[in-house]
Structures are given as structure tokens and as C-alpha cells.
């Protein structure tokens, strides 16, 4: 499984930005749970969102709630992550994660 992620970028406070994730080799997402993950300079990591096979259940984490969305297209093979009004505390490196499977992330930094 090889997860790639894109989408990361610079941008200015209040700005938004949306990560891709699929699978380089084709691994089939569907039916399985996706997530976001972010980890700044000297922090853990943390989750970010999670989204089920479905789309009918998306847990966010309370600092992103009202701010980011999570999406999943299964026939594309792609989980989204929809990140509006962005923080410079969003700065971090966005990791995708299905089963035991990450990326190697994508940096997002927010200026202030």
C-alpha cells in the first residue's frame, strides 16, 4: 500500500487549502475507515478527522470542528480533507492513514 498525499502548501491566516490522499498502487479504500493525521514541530501526532466506509459516520477533532470537512470518494479511490479559516496553529505535516497504512504526509503552513 502506498498512500500518497497532496494538497500542502503556504498560506496566509483565514485561507484554505484541500489534501488529497489515494493510493499509489491501487489499494481499495471502500471499506475501510480513512483518516487525517497532523503532526507539528515538537508535538505528537494528533487525528484530525476519520470518515467511515460510507461516509455516514466523520469524527473531527474539536480544534478543527466548523473548519475542516472530511470527504471520501470510493470509486476515485480518494479521501479529502477540506480545511477553511486556517490557523497558524494548523501548521503541520498532514498525514493520511488507512488500516496501518501512512503516508509520508504533506506540509501545510500557515502564516500568520
Known amino acids: 500500500v502506498h498512500l500518497v498525499e497532496s494538497g500542502g502548501g503556504l498560506v496566509q491566516s483565514g485561507g484554505s487549502l484541500r489534501l488529497s490522499c489515494t493510493s499509489a498502487?491501487?489499494?481499495?479504500?471502500?471499506?475501510?475507515?480513512m483518516g487525517w493525521f497532523r503532526q507539528a514541530l515538537g508535538k505528537e501526532r494528533e487525528q484530525v478527522a476519520s470518515?467511515?466506509?460510507?461516509?455516514?459516520?466523520?469524527d473531527l477533532a474539536d480544534s478543527v470542528k466548523g473548519r475542516f470537512t472530511i470527504s471520501r470518494d470510493n470509486d476515485k479511490n480518494m479521501v479529502y480533507l477540506q480545511m477553511n479559516s486556517l490557523k497558524p496553529e494548523d501548521t503541520a505535516l498532514y498525514y493520511c492513514?488507512?488500516?496501518?497504512?501512512w503516508g509520508k504526509g504533506t506540509l501545510v503552513t500557515v502564516l500568520s
Open positions: 492513514r488507512v488500516a496501518n497504512y
Open positions: 498502487s491501487g489499494f481499495p479504500f471502500r471499506s475501510l475507515w
Open positions: 470518515i467511515s466506509p460510507e461516509s455516514t459516520t466523520i
